[in-house]
């Protein structure tokens, strides 16, 4: 579909002119940055066997280098998406693509998990706003590992802020998440289950109180998107406020896009608390986009079908 060719005869010499090449291109294309793993650098030989040299090659002022590559036909894109069906991509969008694959590089190396060629890379693509294929998923997580963690208690502290209706049942993932839509319709909603022996556990919807967001979080300005970004209100008011914990602390938590995949987690002996989120949409990207702020990191993933141009960035001068 030529509607998703990005017109890259368009781009000059200048990451800066990105927008411009949207500008440029079809009003419906977002932008969506995302980490991938290359340890083997598979991905790095078919973009070079496709298109041996880039059409636009730059160093930024970060010390970045800046790698945009004309596909020369349907063909190549579609070989380039079916090696990406699948895979996961951490998303770090918008100004936050250098800090958030920073970190994330980072964290593998303390894990032991970077190995020579890991997350090297970010990859920038374009997709149709319009398309239904390219779904951002939440990143659901568990956390273990924490001293002294009681779940009754963090339920009690949370009832002062947020309204909370029992899980009806734990063993039906997808009710789960249709309260937590059904929620979303008053405010920020999310699901939170631990405490008790395995069986044992109990669940509750989440959902924050009118008002509160004024209170607990002024720093922020009233018509910010992170006030009703339920990624946003966990990390801020449940994780830094209630548990004194950050999304930094890279060793209590395990992510899942899969919120089957998160609930099984969530059974484990060890798991203590699991948090489930509801999948939003692309346009997401763009709103978060316009209004010129960060979605807050590890927040989405993302699995691609549709790829319309792809810009490779350098994390060896990171």
């Not at 319009?130 to 273990?144: A, Q």
């Not at 484990?268 to 807050?296: C, G, H, I, N, S």
């Amino acid at each position: 579909d030529e509607s998703l060719r990005l017109p890259c005869d368009a781009c000059e010499t200048d990451v800066a002119k990105e927008r411009e090449v949207l500008d440029l291109s079809a009003a419906n294309l977002v932008p969506v940055r995302c980490i991938l793993r290359d340890e083997s650098g598979a991905f790095e030989r078919l973009m070079t066997d496709h298109s041996p040299f880039p059409e636009v090659a730059l160093t930024d002022s970060q010390g970045v280098e800046h790698r945009l590559f004309k596909l020369p036909g349907p063909q190549n894109c579609e070989d380039i998406s079916r090696y990406l069906s699948g895979r996961e991509m951490f998303l770090c969008e918008g100004q936050a693509q250098y800090d958030a694959a920073r970190t994330f590089h980072y964290e593998r190396d303390l894990a032991g998990a970077g190995g020579e060629r890991a997350h090297r890379f970010v990859m920038t693509y374009f997709v149709n706003q319009s398309c239904d294929s390219p779904t951002p998923l939440p990143n659901h997580f568990v956390i273990s590992g924490l001293d002294d963690f009681d779940f009754s208690g963090l339920m009690k502290s949370l009832d002062h802020w947020f309204d909370l209706t029992q899980v009806r049942s734990l063993r039906d993932v997808d009710g789960i998440l249709e309260d937590i839509g059904a929620a979303s319709t008053k405010g920020p909603a999310f699901a939170l289950v631990g405490g008790g022996a395995v069986g044992r556990r109990t669940g509750y919807v989440v959902r924050l109180r009118a008002g509160v967001a004024d209170e607990l979080l002024s720093d922020l300005p009233k018509d910010s998107l992170h006030r009703r970004f339920p990624t946003s209100i966990i990390q801020r008011l449940v994780l830094r406020e209630a548990m004194v914990l950050s999304v930094d602390d890279c060793k209590y938590f395990d992510y899942y896009s899969d919120s089957n995949l998160a609930m099984q987690a969530g059974r484990a002996k060890d798991a203590q608390l699991l948090v489930l989120q509801r999948p939003t949409d692309l346009k997401l990207l763009q709103t978060f986009d316009d209004a010129e702020e960060r979605l807050p990191p590890k927040s989405l993933e993302l699995f691609p079908q549709v790829l319309s141009g792809v810009m490779i960035h350098s994390l060896q001068r990171m």
